[in-house]
C-alpha cells in the first residue's frame, strides 16, 4: 500500500527555449502529467485483486468484524503486490513482489506488537523510519519494499483488525499477495506469447523508436526523438540486466534477445550521424526499422523487407550495414559472421549486481557523504514530530498523519516539496472522493463496484503524476479502512484534516529549515559539469586513434568501446534532464536555478551528437582526426567543466572551425557561450 525533474548563430538557436524544453511556471510542472501508455493489463489485475475479496467478506458476513477484517487486510495485501508489479518478465515480478511483500507483513507483525502502547508506538515508528530511510541506498526495489514496512508498521500500530492471535494479520496480508500474485500467473498464461515476452516488446520498441527519430529527421522535434531513443535503450537494458538469472546467460533465446539489443547501437549511431546530415532519407528506410521490430516483437511476422543498400553519405552507409546486420540475425546468422562491430552477449556481460554487491555500495555510499544521512535524518525527524502530533492531538485515527508523513518524506522518491503538495492536494480531492462514497453509496456491491474502478485507475495514474495518483489511492485506502464505519459524515473533515497536518509536518519541518534544499541549485551545477566530464571523456573514446587499423578484431573492439562510452553518456544526459524536470516542481529561486541549466543540457546533447557523427564519418571514409585538435576540444570541454564548477565564465580557446572536426567544434563553442551568457 503505497499511501502508498564571438557567438554564431547557431549558438544562439541554442540558448533559446528549445523545443521540449520544461515549463517555466513551478505550478505548471507541479500538475504536469507524463505521456505514457495505458497498462490495461496491470489495471484489470489490480481492480479484481483488490475488490473481490472484500467483497466476498462483505457478502458471506458482513456483520462479523473478523470476517470483514480478515477480508480487508487480503486486499490490502493484495493491494501491496499490486504496486510494487511494475510488469516486466515474469521472474522480476515475482521477486519484487515477494520481497516488497515479506517487508509489509514484518512491518505489520512489528506495528500490531506496538498496538495500544504510545511509547512502543514513537519507538516502533522511529525506527521503521530509519530502516526505511536507509535502504534507499541499496537498490530502488528495496527502497520500495522499505516503503512498505514503514507503512505497515504505522497501520498495525494504528488499527486494530479484530484478529487474534496478533499473527493471523500478516499472515492473511501475505495471503492476500499471494492471492494477486496468482491471478498474474493466470493473465501470464492466457495472454499468450506477448505477455510471457516482455524482453522482446522492449527491444523491439528500441527499433521503433529510432524509426520515429528517421522519420523526425529536419524538424524541430528531432531532439526530443533521440531522447526517446536513450530512454527506450536504457528502459531495454534494465530489463534485461534484471532479467538475467544463472540460467540465463546460457538460455540461446536470451542470448539472442541480447544480441539484437546490442546490434541496435550501431544504428543508433547511424541514424544520429543521418540526422546530422540534414537530408531526410526515403520512407522505406524507417519502414525498414518498423518491419525489423515487428520480427523481433512476434516471431511469425514476416520477414523484414530491407531498402536497396545506399552509401551516398557516410551516415546512411552506416545504417544500411547496420540494417543488414540485424536482417541476418533475425535469420539465424552467427554474430561473429558479421563485418558490423556489435556486442554479443558473451561480450557485453549485461553484469547483474549481486546482494554482496550492493550491500558494498550501500556502506560506501553511506560512508561517503553526509547528505544521505541528512536525507534519512529529515525522514526520522518528521515521522518523530507525526508520531508527537498524534499522541498528543485528540484525533480520531491519527495514523493518517504518519501515512501521509512517510510517503512524502521518503527522500529517494523525487521533489519532496513536490510530493507535499501533490500528496495534499490529491488527498483532498481523493478523501473527498473515498468519504462520499462510504457515506452515500449502500454498503456492499455498490461500495465494491467503487472500490474496483478506483483500484484499477492507479496503474494508470501512477505513471503521469503522482498527485493524480494520489487522488485514486486514497479512496481505496479510505473505503477500506471505513468500511464499518459507513454514514459517519465526520469521516470526510478527519481525513482532510490528518492529511493536512501531515503535509504541513513536511513542509515546516522536512523541506523549509534545512540547508539541503537552498544548495539543491548550486549541487545540480556540479551535476551538469559531471556530465561535461563524461562528455569529454566520450570524445576521447570516440575520437582515439585505432590501435591497430589493418586488424579487423581491434576495429571491432575500438567501435565496440566508442558504443559502450555513447551509450553511457547518453544515458547520464538523460539522468540529468530527469534530475532537473523533478527540480522545476520546487518554488522559486530553485525552480529559477534549475530552469537556468535546460539550455546547457541542450547544447550537450548536441555536442554529443556531433561526436557521434564525426565518429560514423570517420570510421566510414577511414579519416583519422587530428590529435591536437582532439586536444583541443577535451581542454574545452574540461575547462567548460572548472567553470560550471567554480562559477565562471570559461577561458578563451582556439576550436577547429573546419575540417573533420569542425562541426563538434561548433557546438562545443555554442555549449560554452551558453554558459558564458
Known amino acids: ?179 494477486r500474485l496468482a491471478l498474474t500467473g493466470i493473465a501470464i498464461a492466457v495472454g499468450g506469447g506477448r505477455t510471457r515476452a516482455p524482453e522482446r516488446q522492449a527491444v523491439a520498441k528500441v527499433y521503433y523508436a529510432m524509426a520515429a527519430q528517421l522519420d523526425a529527421s529536419g524538424t524541430v522535434t528531432v531532439d526530443q526523438a533521440r531522447r526517446d531513443v536513450t530512454t527506450a535503450m536504457n528502459e531495454a537494458y534494465d530489463l534485461l540486466v534484471a532479467a538475467r538469472t544463472t540460467l540465463a546467460g546460457r538460455d540461446p533465446r536470451w542470448r539472442s534477445i541480447v544480441t539484437l539489443l546490442n546490434a541496435a547501437t550501431p544504428i543508433v549511431e547511424a541514424v544520429t550521424a543521418v540526422s546530422a546530415e540534414g537530408e531526410r532519407v526515403p520512407a522505406q528506410v524507417p519502414n525498414a526499422l518498423r518491419s525489423l521490430a515487428r520480427s523481433i516483437e512476434d516471431k511469425h511476422a514476416p520477414p523484414p523487407v530491407l531498402p536497396p543498400a545506399d552509401r551516398s553519405t557516410p551516415g546512411r552507409a552506416a545504417l544500411s550495414s547496420s540494417l543488414r546486420l540485424v536482417g541476418a540475425l533475425l535469420s539465424g546468422e552467427d554474430p561473429t559472421t558479421t563485418t558490423v562491430p556489435i556486442q554479443r552477449p558473451d561480450a557485453v556481460g549485461l553484469p547483474r549486481r549481486t546482494v554482496s554487491d550492493r550491500l558494498r555500495a550501500a556502506y560506501d555510499h553511506l560512508s561517503s557523504g553526509g547528505e544521505t544521512w541528512f536525507a534519512v535524518l529529515r525522514l526520522v525527524v518528521c515521522v518523530a514530530v507525526a508520531e508527537a502530533v498524534s499522541v498528543l492531538l485528540p484525533l480520531e485515527r491519527p495514523y493518517w498523519i504518519m501515512l501521509t508523513v512517510a510517503v512524502v518524506m521518503k527522500p529517494d522518491f523525487g521533489s519532496v516539496f513536490a510530493r507535499a503538495v501533490q500528496r495534499g492536494l490529491g488527498t483532498v480531492v481523493g ?82 529549515p534545512w540547508p539541503s534544499t537552498w544548495r539543491s541549485a548550486r549541487q545540480l551545477g556540479g551535476n551538469v559539469a559531471d556530465v561535461v566530464g563524461d562528455v569529454s571523456g566520450y570524445l576521447t573514446v570516440a575520437l582515439a586513434p585505432p590501435s591497430s587499423p589493418d586488424d579487423a578484431e581491434n576495429t571491432r573492439t575500438d567501435a565496440r568501446d566508442r558504443s559502450s562510452a555513447r551509450r553511457a553518456t547518453y544515458r547520464r544526459l538523460s539522468d540529468l534532464r530527469t534530475l532537473v524536470q523533478q527540480t522545476l516542481a520546487e518554488p522559486p529561486p530553485i525552480s529559477t536555478s534549475a530552469a537556468a541549466w535546460w539550455p546547457q543540457i541542450v547544447a550537450l546533447e548536441r555536442v554529443t551528437d556531433a561526436i557521434t557523427s564525426t565518429a560514423i564519418g570517420a570510421a566510414q571514409s577511414r579519416q583519422h582526426a587530428d590529435p591536437g585538435d582532439v586536444e583541443r576540444l577535451e581542454s574545452a570541454l574540461d575547462d567548460l567543466a572548472d567553470a560550471i564548477r567554480t562559477r565562471r565564465s570559461p577561458r578563451p580557446v582556439e576550436l577547429p572551425d573546419e575540417g573533420l572536426l569542425g562541426s563538434i567544434g561548433d557546438e562545443v563553442a555554442a555549449a560554452r557561450a551558453v554558459l558564458a551568457s
Open 431 to 512: 478523501v473527498l472522493i473515498g468519504a462520499a462514497i462510504v457515506v452515500v453509496l449502500p454498503l456492499g456491491w455498490p461500495q465494491i463496484v467503487a472500490l474496483a474502478i478506483l483500484a484499477g485507475a492507479m496503474p494508470i495514474a501512477i505513471r503521469r503524476n503522482y498527485g493524480l495518483f494520489s487522488i485514486f489511492i486514497t479512496p481505496v485506502i479510505v473505503i477500506l479502512l471505513e468500511l464499518a464505519h459507513s454514514g459517519d459524515v465526520g469521516l470526510i473533515i478527519s481525513r482532510v484534516t490528518d492529511t493536512l497536518i501531515g503535509s504541513a509536518i513536511v513542509l515546516v519541518i522536512g523541506y523549509l
Open 1 to 179: 500500500m503505497a499511501f502508498a525533474l564571438g557567438v554564431s548563430a547557431h549558438s544562439v538557436n541554442v540558448m533559446s527555449t528549445p523545443p521540449g524544453a520544461p515549463n517555466s511556471s513551478w505550478v505548471r510542472e507541479l500538475v504536469r502529467t507524463k505521456r505514457a501508455p495505458i497498462p490495461w493489463d496491470l489495471a484489470v489485475l489490480t481492480a479484481i485483486a483488490v475488490a473481490v475479496p472484500v467483497g466476498l467478506s462483505l457478502a458471506l458476513m458482513a456483520d462479523d468484524p473478523a470476517i470483514l477484517g480478515t477480508g480487508i487486510l487480503v486486499s490490502m495485501g493484495a493491494l501491496v503486490a499490486s504496486l510494487s508489479d511494475r510488469g516486466g518478465p515474469a521472474v522480476d515480478r515475482v521477486r519484487r513482489i515477494g520481497v516488497t511483500t515479506l517487508f509489509a507483513a514484518v512491518g505489520l507483525s512489528v506495528g500490531c506488537l506496538a498496538l495500544g502502547n504510545d511509547i512502543a508506538t514513537v519507538l516502533v515508528v522511529v525506527a521503521a523510519a530509519l530502516v526505511s530511510g536507509l535502504a534507499g541506498v541499496v537498490s530502488a526495489n528495496a527502497s520500495q519494499a522499505a516503503l512498505q514496512f514503514l507503512v505497515y508498521a504505522v497501520v498495525g500500530s494504528g488499527i486494530d483488525f479484530g484478529l487474534r492471535p496478533l499473527w493471523l494479520a500478516p499472515l492473511i496480508l501475505v495471503v492476500g499477495a499471494a492471492w
